[in-house]
T-cell receptor, first 111, second 114 residues
Framework: EDQVTQSPEALRLQEGESSSLNCSYT??????LFWYRQDPGKGPEFLFT???AGEEKEKERLKATLTKKESFLHITAPKPEDSATYLC????????????FGKGTTLSVSS | DTEVTQTPKHLVMGMTNKKSLKCEQH?????MYWYKQKAKKPPELMFV???????INESVPSRFSPECPNSSLLNLHLHALQPEDSALYLC?????????????FGSGTRLTVV
């Protein structure tokens, strides 16, 4: 069975305190791994897609990396506006274009 | 236009009501999706439409009835819902390959069943 596990469930950081979120996956036939940001009551906002091990992508204070078993979302010098739930999702060959989501990491950044 | 627009944003309905959720995109995407998200849980797939045809139904109860009238519109018809169906209903669209920047979610409809 395809599984996506995110850790930690919740993370509290001080402004400027860098950290990483983890997404580990056990799937057969990975087509792509997605990172989304979701604010309360809103739809997920696309951040990155990673396709193959060794790939890295960056956007402002965020950097996503991918290995054969897991992905990391590194947050450098976070600001309070980075507070949100970060969702990891995978797309596998057997499920077509549907996304399988992890439970998310809720990040709180205080000033 | 790079958005998926969902209406209404909020909906309160009784268990005997019939209502519909609407989703619209003008990005030329040929795959459209309905996801359901309960509080503090990840989105769960309900339906997938590919080229206006239903391709995946994740064993969703028949009180939820999807419809794709054309390549830009996706509806979700609701009838005889239960209070446990209260959730955020998310629509998404993507390119047929479904990868990369093309996978876009709407802001959702917050549904409350009373």
């Amino acid at each position: 069975e395809d599984q996506v596990t995110q850790s930690p469930e919740a993370l509290r950081l001080q402004e400027g305190e860098s950290s990483s979120l983890n997404c580990s996956y056990t799937v057969s036939g990975l087509r792509g791994l997605f990172w989304y940001r979701q604010d309360p009551g809103k739809g997920p906002e696309f951040l990155f897609t990673l396709y193959s091990a060794g790939e890295e992508k960056e956007k402002e204070r965020l950097k996503a990396t991918l290995t054969k078993k897991e992905s990391f979302l590194h947050i450098t010098a976070p600001k309070p506006e980075d507070s949100a739930t970060y969702l990891c999702a995978v797309q596998v060959n057997q499920a077509g274009t549907a996304l399988i989501f992890g439970k998310g990491t809720t990040l709180s950044v205080s000033s | 236009d790079t958005e998926v627009t969902q209406t209404p944003k909020h909906l309160v309905m009784g268990m005997t009501n019939k209502k519909s959720l609407k989703c619209e995109q003008h990005m030329g995407h040929r795959a459209m999706y309905w996801y359901k998200q309960k509080a503090k849980k990840p989105p769960e797939l309900m339906f997938v439409y590919s080229y206006e045809k239903l391709s995946i139904n994740e064993s969703v109860p028949s009180r939820f009835s999807p419809e794709c009238p054309n390549s830009s519109l996706l509806n979700l018809h609701l009838h005889a819902l239960q209070p446990e169906d209260s959730a955020l209903y998310l629509c998404a669209s993507s390119t047929q390959q479904g990868l990369g920047y093309g996978y876009t979610f709407g802001s959702g409809t917050r549904l409350t069943v009373v």
